[in-house]
Nanobody, 121 residues
């Protein structure tokens, strides 16, 4: 199983970034996908989930700013996170994974490579 996030970087407050996470070795076309993040000194937290039908759940603090989407094509198997109006408190390492047990607290696979997002002027 590989879950490789990319697209992070340094951005000024109010800016945008688009994260990608390429998944391999999982049943991408059968699973919900989610983004998580871990800020310095804090526990990892769930950010957003997209299910197979395209229904979306988003953390309240990013609602209206972050958009999760997915590409189920065989040669893609990628989940995206469009992040707009970024704030310094969005600074974190961002990861993707498959949520487990229908909730947001547990994931199915070991954490893969995350991508660092730093929002600073």
């Amino acid at each position: 199983v590989q879950l490789q996030a990319s697209g992070g970087g340094l951005v000024q407050p109010g800016g945008s970034l688009r994260l990608s996470c390429a998944a391999s070795g999982i049943r991408f076309n059968l699973d919900d996908m989610a983004w998580y993040r871990q800020a310095p000194g804090k526990q990892r937290e769930w950010v957003a989930t997209i299910n197979l039908g395209g229904s979306i759940q988003v953390l309240d603090s990013v609602k209206g700013r972050f958009i999760i989407s997915r590409d189920n094509a065989k040669n893609k198997n990628t989940v995206y996170l469009q992040m707009n109006s970024l704030k310094p408190e969005d600074t974190a390492v961002y990861y993707c994974n498959v949520p487990a047990y229908g909730g947001t607290a547990f994931v199915r696979y070991s954490w893969g490579q995350g991508t660092q997002v730093t929002v600073s002027s």
